[in-house]
């Protein structure tokens, strides 16, 4: 079974920095390229990085571009978003899926306040 | 960026019935794109993949059509348990960007 843990989300001050993982199981994790996509607070669905499976390929939203890098350890199975200068735009849930967008975590909170 | 435009932004139907959403791109896309279903507290479930797919457990009363550019997600038969908000995501290229979600509600 595809299993998708997300940490490392929390309450944290404009301008600061938070690192989010996402760790993976049930499935060939260095096989499948893998997304980070966010929701905020009574707003839809916006997909933020993906990742290709040997990370050659990268690819961010504008809105994120610059502030948010996505990377990968696949010999621990997880995926990482490091997230800098944060806004309080950026206050959302953030999920992190797989491949073509097939499989979801339960996703982590991210509050972005001073 | 490729624009998905959802229709309609919301509706009431009543057990059993019959419904359509629509999920309109800007530009083609083939036939890459999914719908999701998202209720409150749970994470989105994929409910159709690459246009016409049923995905893993999904009940064999939702289906995924396209014509052209419109998409569209079909419930044969209303049941309750499919009030729930629902996205279309264009996968042809990056950014990946998704509908702006239709919200389904019982009548």
């Known amino acids: 079974e595809v299993q998708l843990v997300e940490s490392g989300g929390g309450l944290v001050q404009p301008g600061r920095s938070l690192k989010l993982s996402c760790l993976a199981s049930?499935?060939?994790?260095?096989?499948?390229?893998m997304n980070w996509i966010r929701q905020a607070p009574g707003k839809g669905l916006e997909w933020v990085a993906s990742i290709s499976s040997s990370s050659s390929y990268i690819y961010y939203a504008d809105t994120v571009k610059g502030r948010f890098t996505i990377s990968r350890d696949n010999a621990k199975n997880t995926l990482y978003l490091q997230m800098t200068s944060l806004r309080s735009e950026d206050t959302a849930l953030y999920y992190c899926?797989?491949?073509?967008?097939?499989?979801w975590g339960q996703g982590v909170m991210v509050t972005v306040s001073s | 960026d490729i624009q998905l435009t959802q229709s309609p932004s919301s509706m009431s139907a009543s057990l059993g019935d019959r419904v359509s959403l629509t999920c309109q791109s800007s530009q083609g896309i083939g036939n890459y794109l999914s719908w999701y279903q998202h209720k409150p507290g749970k994470p989105p479930k994929p409910m159709i993949y690459y246009a016409t797919n049923l995905a893993d457990g999904v009940p064999s009363r939702f289906s995924g059509s396209r014509s052209g550019s419109d998409y569209s997600l079909t419930i044969s038969s209303l049941e309750s348990e499919d009030t729930a908000i629902y996205y279309c995501l264009q996968y042809d290229e990056y950014p990946y960007t998704f509908g702006a979600g239709t919200k389904l509600e019982l009548k």
């Open positions: 049930g499935f060939t994790f260095s096989n499948y390229g």
């Open positions: 899926a797989r491949g073509e967008v097939q499989d």
